[in-house]
Nanobody, 124 residues
Framework: DVQLVESGGGPVQAGGSLRLSCKVS????????MAWFRQIPGQEREGVAV???????MYAESVKGRFIVSRDKADNTLYLQMNELKPEDTGMYYC???????????????????WGQGTQVTVS
């Protein structure tokens, strides 16, 4: 079964850092499009960072230069290193997989068929 399990969220002060993890099982995450999304209550889910099957990463403008997406192929885990956190980074963060990517870089939520349960990040 495909399963994605996020961890690493929590409260943090503005300017601080967090590292989110997404443990993947059921498929090799290195071969597909993997992304991090975040959602604030009442708002649509937005793509934050994505890495494609060629290990090319792309970021939302709001996080460029502060967030880094990476993956450990041996451990089948996706990471999101978040630095210089701002209050507007607060939200529920989800990792997601698009197993048959066509437009990975666009981070369109409906393209991603597998999702984790989310981990809350609160920046104050």
């Amino acid at each position: 079964d495909v399963q994605l399990v996020e961890s690493g969220g929590g409260p943090v002060q503005a300017g601080g850092s967090l590292r989110l993890s997404c443990k993947v099982s059921g498929f090799p995450s290195s071969n597909v499009c993997m992304a991090w999304f975040r959602q604030i209550p009442g708002q649509e889910r937005e793509g934050v960072a994505v890495v494609d099957a060629d290990d090319i990463s792309m970021y939302a403008e709001s996080v460029k230069g502060r967030f880094i997406v990476s993956r450990d192929k041996a451990d089948n885990t996706l990471y999101l290193q978040m630095n210089e956190l701002k209050p507007e980074d607060t939200g529920m963060y989800y990792c997601a997989a698009d197993l048959w990517p066509r437009r990975c870089a666009q981070m369109i939520p409906s393209d991603f068929g597998s999702w984790g349960q989310g981990t809350q990040v609160t920046v104050s």
